[in-house]
């Protein structure tokens, strides 16, 4: 069964920072590009970054980019987020993506 697993996300104060991790299974990860999202109270899910499958090629929507790293590890079929000066509007559900796989998301939540 094809499964991707998030973890990390939890409250952390403004300024702060976060790694999520992302774990798969019952698929060829190393195939795909893997792509994290988010999705805040009463809003769209929105893009976050996408790292290719190689790992050599990454990009990010402009309102996390310089702040936020997306790396992977294949061997351990682990993609990871790292987030540093988080903000509170970065507080939302977090969820990866692999082809058609989908994470059940983790909670980031940014507040003093």
């Known amino acids: 069964q094809a499964q991707l697993v998030e973890s990390g996300g939890g409250l952390v104060q403004p300024g702060g920072s976060l790694r999520l991790s992302c774990v798969a299974s019952?698929?060829?990860?190393?195939?795909?590009?893997l792509n994290w999202y988010r999705q805040a109270p009463g809003k769209e899910r929105e893009w976050v970054a996408t790292?290719?499958?190689?790992?050599?090629?990454?990009n990010y929507a402009p309102s996390v980019k310089g702040r936020f790293t997306i790396s992977r590890d294949n061997a351990k079929k682990t993609g990871y987020l790292q987030m540093n000066g988080l903000k509170p509007e970065d507080t939302a559900v977090y969820s990866c993506?692999?082809?058609?796989?989908w994470g059940q998301g983790t909670q980031v939540t940014v507040s003093s």
């Open positions: 993506n692999a082809d058609i796989v």
């Open positions: 019952g698929f060829p990860f190393t195939w795909y590009p």
């Open positions: 790292i290719h499958s190689s790992g050599f090629s990454t």
